[in-house]
């Protein structure tokens, strides 16, 4: 497994942008798939996005479809999240997670195994 640190949350106003960072431990980076994940305050945990190990494929939630961009750097050990025309209901603590896949193929949201911490992003109207 590899272990994940988020990072880039903050305050932000309503139609605003922000990127979030997800850097990765480890040497096999390119192996893993990633994904985004959020929960706000009272709700469950969410999917936001995900990526294959290489990019070639993702994958969003409906809700920041055209707004929020996922890439991964394997050369840096790190993910993004581009986020754009953020909106008050994009609040919540944003989750960075890894599946190791030996192809290149968005894993399902139960198949993510490593997680960071969570990273605050508040966006205010």
């Known amino acids: 497994q590899v272990q994940l640190v988020e990072s880039g949350g903050g305050l932000v106003q309503a139609g605003g942008s922000l990127r979030l960072s997800c850097a990765a431990s480890g040497r096999t980076w390119g192996s893993y798939a990633m994904g985004w994940f959020r929960q706000a305050p009272g709700k469950e945990r969410e999917f936001v996005a995900a990526i294959s190990r290489s990019g070639g494929r993702k994958s969003y939630a409906d809700s920041v479809k055209g707004r929020f961009t996922i890439s991964k750097d394997n050369a840096k050990n790190t993910g993004y999240l581009q986020m754009n025309s953020l909106k008050p209901e994009d609040t919540a603590i944003y989750y960075c997670?890894?599946?190791?896949?030996?192809?290149?193929?968005?894993?399902?949201?139960?198949?993510?195994?490593?997680w960071g911490q969570g990273t605050q992003l508040t966006v205010s109207s």
């Open positions: 997670a890894a599946q190791w896949r030996s192809s290149d193929v968005i894993p399902s949201v139960t198949d993510f195994s490593s």
